[in-house]
């Protein structure tokens, strides 16, 4: 019998679950797969990567900006430091291999995350894997190695142990464990996790928002049950109350950063910016023509069927902080495109058990057709046994296995052997790759009457690319750290870009000589007309680089 049982133990770690493949495959596919254009496809993670070089080698945070020629000297707060040093050390080791691995392994982690939890809280196998990707799909619209990937991660954490928390204290829950205490070191997770989540990223304010939902929950549930159940009124105060001392404990710890209050004062006045909210792009709202959104509007589709088909009994059976939490979700989903990836999550892990428990009563449905209730009770049959071997099997030694091959391959420069497997870059199709290698042969004085020392000119999308290839050689007029700059300065660059009244004053008054600009742009075939003023000193496809006379 032990030989059989360490027999048991030993499959249980060497063969690869479900999770496990899919880890292995989101991992691989952001890395060197058909995903692997995503990561670097937003070009602001060139000022995180120097960000952290420069905390690095100054040992000492940057508290007023260095990359800019407009903003030079001007507070500036950067609030993600703790993930711009683990940039910078990646880099360092890896180059852009280093950096891409870091966003490989979180969104493998997350989704791989996404797809455990719908499994354990009831959804079959199969709806849970075609859930799961739905979110990631709809998630592509931001699957970006910059920080704000590690807040999915900790807006995931936060929901399941949330969950986790309510259903403890559950009439079912009590007899099945005994006691109605909550593990001790669950209400200390959220204060705890929040030291770090407020130095990773901004994200942590949606977290609270969970927390304060769940709080807000467990108060209506204590009201209301005091007429029918004494004990259910006291077990939801005595969590309400701890969940508000734990949301109050995370708001204290969201005080140990290098800002203080000042951040949460910063936060607020560049959220609140209208004008820099309604003309950023991944603040506006989703355009729902791309697939991205689609995907989304799909996953909202398939949770209003969940609801119809909601049962009043059940595992599926739908709770006032779900709801609130849904209705958290499609908000932020329709107000902004950067939350369509938690949204998503977040909705696919409410409606996944309602929709499953939905589908397996239609076989023990006396007016449904014989097929369907026989299909149905052999597909519910097959899912079951799928999802009890699948969370039996906890090894994910091939998951291991593949983040530290991935890990040698990129100290090695992406090569194994001959053959390099690995080779993260900026494309060279949408990121003016060429144009700033044009510009750095003018620093070694390889080309004639140019201005080798001023500063560039270029997009806002483009700023984060030049800071990584030019900085400290060469500054950039403007980037896209919107809060660093303003409304103020974010009106004059689009009266510039947009060739509005007022332009050629913007032009003097940044004192720009050297412009790299998208090719066809309207400020470029503009300066194209002035060929006594600007000259073209370079162009193709991409990119045109326009120097003063």
Not at 20 to 36: E, R
Not at 115 to 134: D, E, F, H, N
Not at 145 to 157: K, Q
Not at 537 to 547: L, N, R, T
């Amino acid at each position: 019998m032990p030989a059989a049982q360490s027999s048991s133990s030993a499959l249980r770690l060497l063969v690869p679950s479900v999770r496990d493949v899919v880890f292995i495959f989101l991992f691989w596919s952001l890395l060197a797969g058909p995903l692997s254009n995503r990561p670097l496809a937003d070009a602001d993670i060139g000022w995180h990567i120097r960000t952290g070089e420069q905390i690095l080698a100054t040992h000492s945070l940057p508290r007023t900006d260095p990359f800019s020629s407009t903003m030079q000297g001007q507070p500036w707060f950067a609030w993600e430091w703790l993930y711009d040093i683990a940039l910078g050390i990646l880099h360092r080791a890896g180059g852009l291999n280093g950096v891409v691995w870091l966003c490989a392994v979180l969104a493998a982690a997350i989704f791989t995350l996404l797809l455990s939890q719908l499994v354990k809280r009831g959804t079959g196998l199969p709806l849970a894997i075609a859930l799961m990707l739905l979110a990631l799909a709809a998630s592509t619209i931001h699957l970006y190695s910059r920080p704000h990937i590690v807040s999915w991660l900790f807006s995931l954490l936060w929901f399941v142990l949330l969950e986790y928390w309510e259903r403890w204290q559950r009439p079912t829950s009590v007899q099945r464990c005994g006691h109605a205490e909550v593990p001790r070191w669950i209400p200390w997770f959220f204060p705890a996790s929040v030291l770090l989540w407020v130095n990773l990223h901004g994200g942590w304010l949606f977290g609270m928002a969970l927390l304060g939902i769940y709080t807000f929950a467990a108060l209506v549930e204590s009201v209301r049950a005091q007429k029918n159940d004494a004990f259910a009124a006291i077990r939801a105060a005595h969590r309400a109350r701890a969940m508000a001392v734990a949301w109050l404990a995370s708001a204290a710890a969201s005080l140990v950063n290098p800002f203080g209050w000042r951040l949460h004062t910063h936060i607020y006045a560049y959220l609140s910016d209208r004008y820099l909210m309604n003309r950023i792009d991944e603040f506006r709202s989703p355009n729902f023509h791309g697939w991205a959104e689609r995907c989304f509007a799909a996953i909202l589709m398939l949770t209003l069927v969940a609801f119809a088909g909601n049962r009043p009994s059940g595992i599926g059976k739908l709770r006032l902080s779900q709801l609130l939490v849904v209705l958290l979700a499609a908000y932020a989903g329709f107000y902004s495109s950067r939350n369509l990836p938690v949204s998503s999550m977040l909705l696919v892990l409410v409606a996944g058990p309602i929709l499953w428990e939905n589908f397996v009563a239609l076989a023990d449905k006396p007016d449904a057709w014989r097929w369907l209730r026989n299909c149905t009770a052999r597909f519910s049959n097959f899912s079951d046994r799928m999802g009890a071997q699948e969370i039996e099997l906890r090894g994910h030694l091939w998951a291991l296995a593949a983040v530290a091959l991935a890990a040698a391959i990129c100290l090695h420069g992406g090569w194994l052997g001959s053959r390099q497997f690995i080779h993260a870059q900026f494309d060279p199709r949408k990121v003016p790759v060429a144009a700033v290698t044009f510009l750095q042969e003018e620093l070694q004085g390889e080309a004639p009457n140019a201005h080798p020392n001023a500063p560039v000119f270029s997009t806002d999308a483009w700023g984060g690319y030049l800071i990584y290839r030019m900085y400290p050689d060469r500054k950039v007029v403007v980037d896209d750290r919107h809060d660093l700059y303003g409304s103020a300065r974010i009106r004059q660059y689009l009266i510039l870009t947009q060739v509005e009244p007022g332009w050629q004053s913007v032009l003097k008054d940044w004192q720009i000589r050297t412009a790299l600009l998208p090719t066809g742009s309207t400020l470029a075939n503009l300066l194209r007309e002035l060929p006594r003023d600007w000259r073209v000193a370079y162009e193709d496809k991409v990119a045109v680089v326009f120097e003063r006379r």
